[in-house]
């Protein structure tokens, strides 16, 4: 199976299972505080990764944990809204990509210099 058609089918298993998890889960613990990353499905397509980035880092545990419970409930619609061989098996990864960016942008931004320590700066070598 070539490379494409696996990456095809992964930006398509994610966009469903947000699809899934945005519209048809009526648990109180997710909320729209959240976004599916990333899919990873495997090349027999039975198995597939799905990467979460939750912004709120006190409501994570409790969104993963409603993820977990209704996994077979969001494999089983995603078998119905997608004709393939296998619904892959689902586990749900905690992705921080998100969020070491923010922290990576706040580090540079402490380090960079202000406008007016710039100006100080050029006012004593003058």
Excluded: C, W
Excluded at 15 to 28: F, V, Y
Aim: negative net charge; without cysteine.
């Amino acid at each position: 199976m070539s490379y494409q058609r696996i990456d095809r089918i992964s930006e398509e298993v994610r966009r469903e299972i947000d699809a899934i998890i945005r519209e048809e889960l009526n648990d109180p613990r997710i909320d729209g505080t959240f976004s599916v990353t990333r899919a990873d499905v495997t090349g027999d397509l039975r198995y597939a990764k799905i990467h979460i980035s939750v912004l709120e880092d006190d409501k994570r545990e409790d969104l993963m944990q409603a993820l977990k419970n209704a996994r077979g409930y969001i494999r089983r619609a995603l078998g119905k809204r997608m004709i393939i061989r296998y619904s892959p098996e689902l586990t749900f990864i905690s992705d921080k990509n998100i969020e070491y960016g923010v922290h990576i942008a706040k580090v540079l931004a402490d380090a960079a210099p202000r406008p007016e320590e710039e100006k100080a700066e050029d006012e004593q070598k003058s």
